[in-house]
């Protein structure tokens, strides 16, 4: 099971950007996903996360730029990052509550991204 990102760039302040996170490998099922962040020097915060059937919810110096949607039927999601500022640079990491069997049991783990990296700078 594996997290493949893409969409990390550099980009000037006021713009923008779409991450997106798609889940591969044999698992039975896909739960939460969502987004971290962080900054050099900084803790790892959570940007924005979504289960399969309820609304997202966001980190507040976020809210009203930020929007995160779900592909459920491919296990996919999408932050679209707009009005982008200084302060949202940073390796964004996904992560995703993926059920998996191990033998007859099932088996509810979080997997990760590999990073993909945000600069905002002019």
């Known amino acids: 099971v594996q997290l493949v990102e893409s969409g990390g760039d550099l980009v000037q302040p006021g713009g923008s950007l779409r991450l997106s996170c798609a889940a591969s490998?044999?698992?039975?099922?896909?739960?939460?996903m969502g987004w971290y962040r962080q900054a050099e020097g900084k803790q790892r915060q959570l940007v924005a996360t979504?289960?399969?059937?309820?609304?997202?919810s966001y980190l507040d110096a976020v809210k009203g730029r930020f929007s995160l949607s779900r592909d459920n039927g491919n296990d996919t999601v999408f932050l679209q990052m707009s009005q982008l500022n200084p302060e949202d640079t940073a390796v964004y990491y996904c992560?995703?509550?993926?059920?998996?069997?191990?033998?007859?049991?099932?088996?509810?783990?979080?997997?990760w991204g590999q990073g993909t990296a945000v600069n905002v700078s002019s």
């Open positions: 979504v289960g399969n059937s309820d609304s997202p």
């Open positions: 992560y995703a509550q993926i059920t998996t069997y191990q033998g007859w049991r099932q088996v509810e783990s979080t997997y």
């Open positions: 490998g044999i698992y039975f099922k896909v739960g939460r």
